[in-house]
């Protein structure tokens, strides 16, 4: 069994956060935008809080002894906390069979 160190209480605080502006972009916009939307309203959420973040971050990805270019983050908050905005173009079908809610089993989440 693979035993992990405690999540640091400030990174667990950013990561809340996070998790609470998603909520509240969420709850705000509702389903149907393109990601460009959420992602900037996420970015307003944090800046309303006074959350420190990067958009757009360039990345190099070790893979042994070579860096690899080309991977890139949609948001680095905090400088602990990587979040990457996913936006459906379209609800399908079985969206709506759960009243408008996406059903993260059936979406392959």
């Not at 405690?6 to 605080?13: G, K, N």
């Not at 969420?26 to 935008?33: A, S």
């Not at 944090?46 to 990067?54: K, P, S, W």
């Amino acid at each position: 069994m693979t035993c992990h160190a405690p999540i640091p209480a400030d990174v667990e605080r950013i990561a809340s956060t996070c998790i609470n502006c998603g909520i509240h972009v969420h709850r705000f916009l509702g389903p149907g935008f393109k990601e460009v939307i959420y992602q900037r309203a996420f970015c307003l959420e944090l800046d309303a809080r006074g959350v420190a973040f990067e958009t757009e971050k360039q990345i190099l990805v070790r893979y042994k002894s070579w860096s690899i270019p080309g991977q890139r983050i949609d948001l680095i908050v905090g400088g602990a906390v990587l979040v990457e905005i996913k936006a459906l173009p379209k609800l399908r079908r079985w969206c709506l069979s759960s009243g408008g809610k996406v059903d993260s089993h059936r979406s392959g989440s």
